[in-house]
């Protein structure tokens, strides 16, 4: 602790996560609940802090929907980036961890907290400077970065806003590790302003700063956050291949480098992961992206899982007797191989009590999983 600031080292371990699970278990949600992904435990339910307003409402919803969500054992794995809510939500998040520390309801090392950087954003502490003006001011009048290195998606790879992002993130958060740093829709922000070996080289430098942050213990995996590019066809200009991601990551940090992680979309609107077969690792070919992350031992988060919403009002069927809508919606994504969790943006306590319901849930076996997906296809 220095001054008035508090710094929670550490970051999530498997002995952490382990004990956290054991505790989920001891409130009744089923072991199959976790994810167990390089020994760590990780709930098959991730809490989304993208939604809500730059307001004081807004910042204690998100407060009180970490500290509950962890406090009731369904959850432990949180996800955010340095943009939403302009910086907003990490410190929600950092002031939960930092009750449910103080109330020993739980240790850092039982949680795995996400972040995201590339984008442009400002400070919602001083909310009359906007996004442009805070940029501006902050680093292109102080040189770290040119106005050319801002995309025309607003995104920035420059290795030095990079850095200073990441060194934000662990200040807002009270973290002296982040468990999983993305570089956030970089292909989908820049496709349009280089050429993929431009951008490539754009990326290795991002894994450059990623791995240099490894080392120091600062960030313990990396990955990339995305939109389209892993949801497309091969021909199409916003494609990219997972193996030449992976392989770009072993150059910059060997075998042993951090690259784990992606995320992107996926529901039963967005079901590119499951059905579109685009992917290619080695000699096998039209493979969706659920079956090359398994190959190059990568594990993907699904964000938008009910999309923002619309999907409550779709209409789905019935399947393994759920019949509650947000619990089919997620116990299919929640199943799917190479899935950790889908990430769920919630701030009420209604929301909450439903997700710890879900978590009650065992996820679907495999055979389980295929008999849903058909009964799902032909809209039964």
């Not at 709930?43 to 009180?64: C, F, H, K, M, W």
């Not at 502490?125 to 025309?152: A, K, Q």
């Not at 990219?240 to 392989?247: C, I, N, T, W």
Request: proline share 3%; net charge neutral; hydrophobic share 40%.
């Amino acid at each position: 602790m220095t001054g008035m600031y508090s710094l929670l080292e550490g970051c999530a371990t498997s002995e952490g996560t382990k004990k956290f699970a054991e505790g989920a278990i001891q409130k009744g949600i089923p072991f199959s609940h976790f994810r167990n992904f390089d020994g760590l435990y990780l709930s098959s339910i991730g809490l989304g802090t993208y939604l809500g307003q730059p307001t004081a409402e807004d910042d204690r919803a998100v407060e009180d929907a970490v500290y509950e969500s962890i406090r009731s054992g369904a959850v432990n794995v949180v996800d955010t980036a340095i943009n939403y809510r302009a910086m907003r939500s990490e410190r929600c998040i950092g002031k939960a961890l930092l009750r449910l520390t103080k109330d020993e309801i739980i240790s850092r090392d039982r949680i795995f907290v996400s972040s995201k950087n590339g984008y442009i954003t400002n400070d919602g502490e001083f909310p009359t400077i906007d996004v442009i003006d805070y940029i501006h001011r902050m680093y292109i009048c102080t040189g770290i970065i040119g106005t050319n290195d801002i995309s025309s998606g607003y995104n920035v790879m420059n290795p030095s806003y990079i850095e200073r992002c990441i060194d934000k993130s662990l200040a807002n958060m009270h973290l002296g590790t982040i468990d999983l740093m993305y570089i956030h829709n970089a292909f989908e922000s820049w496709h349009e302003d280089v050429d993929r070996d431009e951008f490539m080289e754009m990326l290795a430098k991002v894994f450059e700063v990623y791995e240099k942050y490894r080392s120091n213990n600062k960030i313990r995996y990396y990955g990339m956050a995305t939109w389209t590019c892993f949801r497309v066809q091969p021909n199409d200009k916003e494609y990219l291949s997972l193996e030449e991601v992976v392989k770009l990551a072993h150059k910059v940090g060997g075998s042993e480098h951090g690259f784990r992680f992606v995320q992107l979309p996926y529901n039963l609107a967005y079901s590119e992961a499951l059905l579109l077969k685009s992917q290619s690792v080695g000699s096998s070919k039209n493979l969706n992206i659920l079956e090359a992350a398994k190959l190059l031992n990568v594990k993907l988060f699904a964000s938008a899982p009910l999309l923002q919403g619309r999907l409550l009002r779709a209409k789905i069927p019935d399947y393994m007797g759920i019949s509650d809508q947000v619990a089919k919606l997620v116990q299919i994504i929640r199943s799917s191989p190479s899935i950790i969790a889908p990430l769920l943006g919630y701030k009420t306590p209604e929301h909450i009590q439903h997700n710890v319901k879900i978590a009650n849930i065992p996820p679907l076996t495999e055979s389980e999983f295929m008999n849903a997906v058909t009964k799902l296809l032909k809209g039964e």
